[in-house]
Protein backbone atom coordinates (compact mmCIF):
# COMPACT_ATOMS: atom_id res chain seq x y z
CA UNK A 1 0.00 0.00 0.00
CA UNK A 2 2.72 1.88 -0.30
CA UNK A 3 0.99 4.58 -3.36
CA UNK A 4 -1.99 4.67 -0.92
CA UNK A 5 -0.05 5.90 1.50
CA UNK A 6 2.17 8.55 -0.15
CA UNK A 7 -1.53 9.39 -1.66
CA UNK A 8 -2.51 10.39 1.31
CA UNK A 9 0.41 11.83 2.38
CA UNK A 10 0.66 14.82 -0.55
CA UNK A 11 -3.19 14.77 -0.11
CA UNK A 12 -2.44 16.21 4.09
CA UNK A 13 -0.61 19.44 2.30
CA UNK A 14 -3.68 20.20 -0.05
CA UNK A 15 -6.65 19.36 2.14
CA UNK A 16 -6.53 22.84 3.14
CA UNK A 17 -7.88 24.11 0.13
CA UNK A 18 -10.92 21.37 0.07
CA UNK A 19 -11.99 22.74 3.97
CA UNK A 20 -12.19 26.66 2.58
CA UNK A 21 -14.59 25.73 -0.33
CA UNK A 22 -16.27 23.41 1.45
CA UNK A 23 -17.09 25.71 4.36
CA UNK A 24 -17.47 28.56 1.99
CA UNK A 25 -20.51 26.61 0.43
CA UNK A 26 -21.74 25.42 4.24
CA UNK A 27 -22.13 29.51 4.68
CA UNK A 28 -23.63 30.32 1.75
CA UNK A 29 -26.20 27.57 1.06
CA UNK A 30 -27.64 26.96 4.47
CA UNK A 31 -28.70 30.85 4.93
CA UNK A 32 -30.27 30.00 1.39
CA UNK A 33 -31.72 27.01 2.57
CA UNK A 34 -32.89 28.19 5.43
CA UNK A 35 -35.10 30.80 3.96
CA UNK A 36 -36.89 28.61 1.12
CA UNK A 37 -38.77 26.82 4.14
CA UNK A 38 -41.19 29.73 4.39
CA UNK A 39 -44.23 29.10 2.95
CA UNK A 40 -44.76 30.61 -0.54
CA UNK A 41 -47.22 33.15 -0.51
CA UNK A 42 -47.73 36.15 -3.05
CA UNK A 43 -48.03 39.83 -1.00
CA UNK A 44 -48.43 43.05 -2.40
CA UNK A 45 -44.82 44.94 -2.49
CA UNK A 46 -45.68 47.84 0.24
CA UNK A 47 -43.69 51.34 -0.87
CA UNK A 48 -42.68 54.52 2.11
CA UNK A 49 -44.96 57.17 0.41
CA UNK A 50 -45.50 60.87 1.23
CA UNK A 51 -48.42 62.35 0.00
CA UNK A 52 -48.74 66.28 -0.57
CA UNK A 53 -52.48 67.10 -0.62
CA UNK A 54 -52.66 70.82 -2.51
CA UNK A 55 -56.34 70.52 -3.05
CA UNK A 56 -57.80 69.36 -0.29
CA UNK A 57 -61.02 68.39 -1.36
CA UNK A 58 -63.08 65.19 -0.91
CA UNK A 59 -61.72 63.40 -3.72
CA UNK A 60 -58.16 64.14 -3.13
CA UNK A 61 -58.77 62.82 0.49
CA UNK A 62 -59.93 59.43 -1.41
CA UNK A 63 -57.01 59.50 -3.40
CA UNK A 64 -54.76 59.85 -0.82
CA UNK A 65 -56.30 57.19 1.37
CA UNK A 66 -56.39 54.60 -1.23
CA UNK A 67 -52.69 54.94 -1.59
CA UNK A 68 -52.30 54.89 2.00
CA UNK A 69 -54.16 51.75 2.54
CA UNK A 70 -51.99 49.81 -0.29
CA UNK A 71 -48.49 51.39 1.26
CA UNK A 72 -46.97 52.80 3.83
CA UNK A 73 -47.39 55.99 4.92
CA UNK A 74 -44.38 58.32 5.88
CA UNK A 75 -44.62 62.04 6.63
CA UNK A 76 -41.95 64.46 6.04
CA UNK A 77 -41.19 68.44 5.73
CA UNK A 78 -43.08 69.99 2.53
CA UNK A 79 -39.24 71.44 0.98
CA UNK A 80 -37.35 70.47 -2.25
CA UNK A 81 -34.23 69.56 -0.15
CA UNK A 82 -36.20 67.63 2.56
CA UNK A 83 -38.11 65.90 0.08
CA UNK A 84 -34.06 64.88 -1.92
CA UNK A 85 -32.63 63.77 1.27
CA UNK A 86 -35.88 61.47 2.63
CA UNK A 87 -35.58 59.93 -0.70
CA UNK A 88 -32.08 59.68 -1.43
CA UNK A 89 -31.39 57.59 1.97
CA UNK A 90 -34.84 56.05 1.27
CA UNK A 91 -36.70 57.24 4.19
CA UNK A 92 -39.31 57.29 1.53
CA UNK A 93 -39.30 56.11 -2.03
CA UNK A 94 -42.17 57.98 -3.28
CA UNK A 95 -43.36 61.42 -3.27
CA UNK A 96 -46.83 62.24 -4.73
CA UNK A 97 -48.30 66.04 -4.67
CA UNK A 98 -52.20 65.90 -5.48
CA UNK A 99 -51.82 69.27 -7.42
CA UNK A 100 -54.39 72.28 -6.73
CA UNK A 101 -57.52 71.92 -9.10
CA UNK A 102 -57.09 68.12 -8.86
CA UNK A 103 -60.90 67.55 -8.44
CA UNK A 104 -62.20 70.23 -10.97
CA UNK A 105 -60.31 68.77 -13.50
CA UNK A 106 -61.27 65.52 -12.64
CA UNK A 107 -64.68 66.19 -13.17
CA UNK A 108 -64.11 67.37 -16.53
CA UNK A 109 -62.36 64.65 -17.56
CA UNK A 110 -58.84 66.06 -17.66
CA UNK A 111 -55.71 64.03 -16.78
CA UNK A 112 -52.85 66.39 -18.01
CA UNK A 113 -51.47 68.32 -14.16
CA UNK A 114 -53.64 66.15 -11.97
CA UNK A 115 -50.60 64.57 -10.11
CA UNK A 116 -46.85 65.32 -9.66
CA UNK A 117 -44.74 62.35 -8.37
CA UNK A 118 -41.07 62.24 -7.06
CA UNK A 119 -39.01 59.10 -6.96
CA UNK A 120 -34.90 58.08 -7.56
CA UNK A 121 -35.33 54.79 -8.14
CA UNK A 122 -36.91 52.86 -11.27
CA UNK A 123 -38.13 49.71 -9.29
CA UNK A 124 -40.74 47.39 -10.09
CA UNK A 125 -42.78 48.66 -7.50
CA UNK A 126 -42.34 52.33 -8.71
CA UNK A 127 -43.75 51.42 -11.74
CA UNK A 128 -46.42 49.55 -10.19
CA UNK A 129 -47.69 52.15 -8.23
CA UNK A 130 -47.74 55.19 -11.27
CA UNK A 131 -49.68 52.05 -13.13
CA UNK A 132 -51.85 52.08 -9.86
CA UNK A 133 -52.32 55.67 -10.08
CA UNK A 134 -52.87 55.84 -13.74
CA UNK A 135 -55.66 53.00 -13.40
CA UNK A 136 -57.54 54.90 -10.62
CA UNK A 137 -57.68 58.23 -13.10
CA UNK A 138 -59.00 56.06 -15.63
CA UNK A 139 -61.45 54.32 -13.31
CA UNK A 140 -62.62 57.23 -12.72
CA UNK A 141 -63.15 58.95 -15.79
CA UNK A 142 -64.96 56.05 -17.24
CA UNK A 143 -67.67 55.76 -14.66
CA UNK A 144 -68.23 59.66 -14.62
CA UNK A 145 -68.32 59.22 -18.36
CA UNK A 146 -71.06 56.47 -17.64
CA UNK A 147 -73.42 59.00 -15.99
CA UNK A 148 -71.93 58.64 -12.24
CA UNK A 149 -71.45 61.75 -10.68
CA UNK A 150 -67.74 62.37 -9.14
CA UNK A 151 -68.09 61.31 -5.80
CA UNK A 152 -69.74 58.15 -6.67
CA UNK A 153 -67.45 58.12 -9.36
CA UNK A 154 -64.38 58.23 -7.18
CA UNK A 155 -66.34 55.97 -4.72
CA UNK A 156 -66.26 52.97 -7.15
CA UNK A 157 -62.94 53.56 -8.77
CA UNK A 158 -61.40 52.99 -5.57
CA UNK A 159 -63.73 49.51 -4.83
CA UNK A 160 -62.18 48.75 -8.32
CA UNK A 161 -58.81 49.48 -7.39
CA UNK A 162 -58.90 47.81 -3.77
CA UNK A 163 -59.78 44.06 -5.38
CA UNK A 164 -56.85 41.64 -5.04
CA UNK A 165 -56.66 38.88 -6.87
CA UNK A 166 -55.78 35.33 -5.19
CA UNK A 167 -52.38 33.98 -6.43
CA UNK A 168 -51.76 30.27 -5.52
CA UNK A 169 -48.31 28.15 -5.84
CA UNK A 170 -48.63 25.42 -7.30
CA UNK A 171 -45.77 21.75 -7.34
CA UNK A 172 -45.71 19.19 -9.38
CA UNK A 173 -45.02 16.99 -7.18
CA UNK A 174 -47.54 17.13 -4.32
CA UNK A 175 -46.92 13.88 -3.16
CA UNK A 176 -43.29 14.29 -2.50
CA UNK A 177 -42.67 15.07 0.69
CA UNK A 178 -38.59 16.39 -0.77
CA UNK A 179 -38.62 19.48 2.06
CA UNK A 180 -38.04 22.80 0.53
CA UNK A 181 -34.81 23.53 2.83
CA UNK A 182 -33.63 20.25 1.11
CA UNK A 183 -34.00 21.83 -2.02
CA UNK A 184 -32.64 24.49 -1.53
CA UNK A 185 -29.33 22.84 0.42
CA UNK A 186 -28.78 20.32 -2.46
CA UNK A 187 -29.26 22.86 -5.34
CA UNK A 188 -26.07 24.33 -5.39
CA UNK A 189 -24.15 21.06 -4.76
CA UNK A 190 -22.58 20.60 -7.97
CA UNK A 191 -20.75 23.57 -8.51
CA UNK A 192 -19.00 22.62 -4.88
CA UNK A 193 -18.46 19.55 -5.69
CA UNK A 194 -16.91 20.06 -8.84
CA UNK A 195 -14.58 23.04 -6.74
CA UNK A 196 -13.57 20.81 -3.73
CA UNK A 197 -12.53 17.77 -5.96
CA UNK A 198 -10.89 19.34 -8.62
CA UNK A 199 -8.72 21.63 -6.55
CA UNK A 200 -8.12 19.20 -3.59
CA UNK A 201 -7.54 16.19 -5.59
CA UNK A 202 -5.86 16.95 -9.21
CA UNK A 203 -2.93 18.24 -7.40
CA UNK A 204 -2.39 14.97 -5.86
CA UNK A 205 -3.18 12.96 -9.14
CA UNK A 206 -0.55 14.78 -10.55
CA UNK A 207 2.04 14.75 -8.15
CA UNK A 208 1.80 11.31 -8.73
CA UNK A 209 1.40 11.14 -12.06
CA UNK A 210 5.02 13.11 -12.61
CA UNK A 211 7.46 11.59 -15.21
CA UNK A 212 10.16 10.82 -12.27
CA UNK A 213 7.56 9.41 -10.39
CA UNK A 214 5.86 7.65 -12.54
CA UNK A 215 9.41 5.76 -14.41
CA UNK A 216 10.12 4.92 -10.32
CA UNK A 217 6.59 3.21 -9.87
CA UNK A 218 7.42 1.35 -13.10
CA UNK A 219 10.81 0.14 -12.68
CA UNK A 220 9.37 -0.77 -9.16
CA UNK A 221 7.87 -4.43 -7.98
CA UNK A 222 4.10 -2.31 -7.79
CA UNK A 223 2.02 -3.91 -11.12
CA UNK A 224 0.35 -1.13 -12.97
CA UNK A 225 -3.15 -2.95 -11.53
CA UNK A 226 -2.09 -2.52 -7.74
CA UNK A 227 -1.50 0.86 -8.54
CA UNK A 228 -4.16 2.19 -10.41
CA UNK A 229 -5.90 0.57 -7.44
CA UNK A 230 -4.70 2.24 -5.12
CA UNK A 231 -4.77 5.40 -6.56
CA UNK A 232 -8.62 4.79 -6.72
CA UNK A 233 -8.47 3.83 -3.07
CA UNK A 234 -7.20 7.17 -2.29
CA UNK A 235 -9.58 8.63 -4.21
CA UNK A 236 -12.09 7.08 -3.16
CA UNK A 237 -11.72 7.50 0.87
CA UNK A 238 -11.08 11.41 0.13
CA UNK A 239 -14.20 11.90 -1.88
CA UNK A 240 -16.47 9.74 0.26
CA UNK A 241 -15.35 11.73 3.33
CA UNK A 242 -15.99 15.36 1.26
CA UNK A 243 -19.33 13.45 0.51
CA UNK A 244 -20.50 12.31 4.35
CA UNK A 245 -19.21 15.52 5.58
CA UNK A 246 -21.73 17.38 3.25
CA UNK A 247 -24.41 14.99 3.58
CA UNK A 248 -24.01 15.53 7.67
CA UNK A 249 -24.21 18.88 7.52
CA UNK A 250 -27.33 18.96 5.78
CA UNK A 251 -29.06 16.66 8.33
CA UNK A 252 -27.86 18.30 11.44
CA UNK A 253 -28.13 22.70 9.67
CA UNK A 254 -30.96 22.28 7.20
CA UNK A 255 -33.07 18.72 8.58
CA UNK A 256 -32.36 18.44 12.04
CA UNK A 257 -32.82 15.10 11.12
CA UNK A 258 -32.11 11.85 8.98
CA UNK A 259 -33.15 12.24 5.47
CA UNK A 260 -36.79 11.08 5.12
CA UNK A 261 -38.55 9.66 2.11
CA UNK A 262 -37.47 11.22 -1.36
CA UNK A 263 -34.55 13.46 0.14
CA UNK A 264 -33.15 10.14 -0.03
CA UNK A 265 -32.97 10.21 -4.11
CA UNK A 266 -31.28 13.28 -3.16
CA UNK A 267 -28.49 11.82 -1.80
CA UNK A 268 -28.24 9.62 -4.52
CA UNK A 269 -28.27 11.97 -7.14
CA UNK A 270 -25.66 13.82 -5.09
CA UNK A 271 -23.02 10.74 -4.48
CA UNK A 272 -23.61 9.91 -8.48
CA UNK A 273 -22.45 13.58 -9.04
CA UNK A 274 -19.67 13.23 -7.07
CA UNK A 275 -18.85 10.03 -8.70
CA UNK A 276 -18.55 12.22 -11.70
CA UNK A 277 -16.65 14.94 -10.59
CA UNK A 278 -14.34 12.35 -8.94
CA UNK A 279 -13.72 10.60 -12.42
CA UNK A 280 -13.62 14.17 -13.92
CA UNK A 281 -10.77 14.89 -12.22
CA UNK A 282 -8.72 11.99 -12.75
CA UNK A 283 -9.50 12.85 -16.70
CA UNK A 284 -7.87 15.90 -16.03
CA UNK A 285 -4.94 15.21 -13.82
CA UNK A 286 -4.43 12.26 -16.82
CA UNK A 287 -2.74 15.21 -19.12
CA UNK A 288 -0.48 16.44 -15.86
CA UNK A 289 -1.75 20.65 -16.52
CA UNK A 290 -0.16 22.91 -14.38
CA UNK A 291 -0.93 24.63 -11.26
CA UNK A 292 -2.28 27.66 -13.24
CA UNK A 293 -3.67 25.42 -15.80
CA UNK A 294 -5.37 23.69 -13.32
CA UNK A 295 -6.90 26.61 -11.53
CA UNK A 296 -8.24 28.28 -14.87
CA UNK A 297 -10.23 24.40 -15.52
CA UNK A 298 -11.38 24.52 -12.20
CA UNK A 299 -13.12 27.62 -12.76
CA UNK A 300 -14.53 27.19 -16.19
CA UNK A 301 -15.71 23.66 -15.52
CA UNK A 302 -17.19 24.62 -12.33
CA UNK A 303 -18.86 28.10 -12.99
CA UNK A 304 -19.38 27.11 -16.52
CA UNK A 305 -21.73 24.09 -15.67
CA UNK A 306 -23.40 26.66 -12.92
CA UNK A 307 -24.65 29.07 -15.44
CA UNK A 308 -24.98 26.76 -18.18
CA UNK A 309 -27.09 23.69 -16.51
CA UNK A 310 -29.25 25.38 -14.36
CA UNK A 311 -27.18 25.42 -11.09
CA UNK A 312 -27.15 28.95 -10.59
CA UNK A 313 -29.83 30.25 -13.76
CA UNK A 314 -33.26 27.88 -13.42
CA UNK A 315 -33.13 26.08 -16.47
CA UNK A 316 -36.54 27.85 -17.54
CA UNK A 317 -34.95 30.94 -18.02
CA UNK A 318 -32.46 29.06 -20.10
CA UNK A 319 -32.61 29.78 -24.11
CA UNK A 320 -32.72 26.61 -26.32
CA UNK A 321 -29.54 26.84 -27.62
CA UNK A 322 -27.95 26.84 -23.95
CA UNK A 323 -29.94 24.11 -23.04
CA UNK A 324 -29.15 22.01 -26.16
CA UNK A 325 -25.73 22.45 -25.45
CA UNK A 326 -25.75 21.84 -21.28
CA UNK A 327 -27.71 18.22 -22.89
CA UNK A 328 -23.84 16.91 -22.99
CA UNK A 329 -22.74 17.98 -19.46
CA UNK A 330 -22.98 15.80 -16.50
CA UNK A 331 -24.41 18.65 -14.71
CA UNK A 332 -27.43 19.30 -16.99
CA UNK A 333 -29.07 15.72 -15.76
CA UNK A 334 -28.48 16.43 -11.65
CA UNK A 335 -30.24 19.16 -12.03
CA UNK A 336 -33.29 17.40 -14.36
CA UNK A 337 -33.36 15.13 -11.57
CA UNK A 338 -33.23 17.58 -8.40
CA UNK A 339 -35.88 19.91 -9.59
CA UNK A 340 -38.00 16.89 -10.18
CA UNK A 341 -37.66 15.97 -6.76
CA UNK A 342 -38.15 19.51 -5.56
CA UNK A 343 -41.61 19.85 -7.31
CA UNK A 344 -40.52 21.80 -10.42
CA UNK A 345 -41.29 19.20 -12.54
CA UNK A 346 -44.09 16.45 -12.68
CA UNK A 347 -42.51 13.25 -10.73
CA UNK A 348 -41.75 9.99 -12.69
CA UNK A 349 -39.50 7.44 -11.27
CA UNK A 350 -38.32 6.40 -15.08
CA UNK A 351 -37.49 9.48 -16.15
CA UNK A 352 -35.39 9.99 -12.49
CA UNK A 353 -34.10 6.68 -12.99
CA UNK A 354 -33.01 7.94 -16.89
CA UNK A 355 -31.43 11.11 -15.54
CA UNK A 356 -29.17 9.29 -12.75
CA UNK A 357 -27.72 6.74 -15.00
CA UNK A 358 -26.85 9.22 -17.66
CA UNK A 359 -25.02 11.14 -15.22
CA UNK A 360 -24.05 7.37 -14.30
CA UNK A 361 -22.80 6.62 -17.84
CA UNK A 362 -20.86 9.96 -17.80
CA UNK A 363 -18.86 9.30 -14.94
CA UNK A 364 -17.89 5.46 -16.45
CA UNK A 365 -16.91 6.95 -19.91
CA UNK A 366 -14.31 9.33 -18.22
CA UNK A 367 -12.95 6.73 -16.05
CA UNK A 368 -12.52 4.39 -19.58
CA UNK A 369 -11.00 7.03 -20.83
CA UNK A 370 -8.49 7.80 -17.91
CA UNK A 371 -8.11 3.84 -17.90
CA UNK A 372 -7.00 4.03 -20.79
CA UNK A 373 -4.43 6.75 -20.81
CA UNK A 374 -2.90 5.22 -17.87
CA UNK A 375 -2.79 2.16 -20.02
CA UNK A 376 -0.78 4.33 -22.95
CA UNK A 377 1.42 5.87 -20.70
CA UNK A 378 2.59 2.94 -18.98
CA UNK A 379 3.25 1.10 -22.21
CA UNK A 380 4.72 3.93 -23.80
CA UNK A 381 7.50 4.71 -20.64
CA UNK A 382 8.22 0.43 -20.78
CA UNK A 383 10.66 0.66 -23.83
CA UNK A 384 12.80 3.73 -22.19
CA UNK A 385 12.65 1.91 -18.83
CA UNK A 386 13.99 -1.07 -20.50
CA UNK A 387 16.67 0.59 -22.78
CA UNK A 388 17.91 2.22 -19.63
CA UNK A 389 18.33 -0.85 -18.16
CA UNK A 390 20.05 -2.65 -20.94
CA UNK A 391 22.49 0.09 -21.31
CA UNK A 392 23.61 -0.75 -17.42
CA UNK A 393 23.86 -4.26 -17.97
CA UNK A 394 26.09 -3.34 -21.43
CA UNK A 395 27.73 -0.86 -19.08
CA UNK A 396 28.59 -3.84 -16.55
Given amino acids: MQIFKLFMKVLRKKIFTALIFVIVFVAISIPMAKNSTTEKAFKDTRLKITVFDDDNT ?3 RALTDMIYSKHKRVDIERDKEAMTEALYFEVTN ?4 INKGYSEKLAAGETDGLLTSYHIHEWFSVVLTDQLLDSYISSVNAYTAAGCDLSEAVEKAGEAVADETEVNYTSFNKQSDFGRSAGGYFSYLPYILISVVISALCPVLITLNKKEVRFRTNCSSIRPSSYTMQVFAGSAVF ?3 VWLFIMVIGTVFIKGSIYSGTEWLAVLNSLIFMLVATAMAMLI ?3 T ?7 II ?5 LGMSFTCGIFVPQSMLGAGVLSFARFLPAFWYVKA ?7 EAFDSSKLAGYLLIEFGFAVVMILITLLIHKLRYNSAKPAVRSRSSELRAQN
Avoid: R
Fill in 338 to 344: NDMLCGK
Fill in 285 to 287: CSF
Fill in 289 to 295: PTENVLN
Fill in 239 to 241: VSA
Fill in 94 to 97: YVLV
Fill in 298 to 302: TQVLS
Fill in 58 to 60: PES
